[in-house]
């Protein structure tokens, strides 16, 4: 059973930073894909970023590119998602999950219907 435990969110105003991070159990970490969704309320989750097994690919929705940047350590088993110039649109909750692709970032299709309690981001102005 996989385990995602998400972190690092709070409350900051517009244009400041915060860093999340996801420590992930139950499953061999560096043979999965991950990515970052949110979910803003009375929205569905969108996915938001992934990243390849080994960190090579990248990609992120248009919104994150230029602010947001994945990365992920496999040896602690952690993803992190370094979040720059924050916008009020970014309020969500935020979660990671394990995701298809392998060693490519193929997009937000996830492996489990399993999530994490995640870490609730609020940018205010």
């Known amino acids: 059973q996989v385990q995602l435990a998400e972190s690092g969110g709070g409350s900051v105003q517009v244009g400041e930073s915060l860093r999340l991070s996801c420590l992930v159990g139950?499953?061999?970490?560096?043979?999965?894909?991950m990515a970052w969704f949110r979910q803003a309320p009375g929205k569905e989750r969108e996915g938001v970023s992934c990243?390849?097994?080994?960190?090579?690919?990248?990609k992120y929705v248009d919104s994150a590119k230029g602010r947001f940047t994945i990365r992920r350590d496999n040896a602690k088993r952690e993803l992190l998602f370094q979040m720059n110039d924050l916008k009020t649109e970014d309020t969500a909750m935020y979660f990671c999950?394990?995701?298809?692709?392998?060693?490519?970032?193929?997009?937000?299709?996830?492996?489990?219907?399993?999530w994490g309690q995640g870490t609730q981001v609020t940018v205010s102005s």
């Open positions: 139950g499953l061999a970490f560096d043979a999965f894909a």
């Open positions: 999950a394990p995701v298809y692709g392998g060693d490519k970032c193929s997009g937000f299709q996830t492996i489990w219907n399993s």
């Open positions: 990243i390849s097994m080994n960190g090579r690919d990248t």
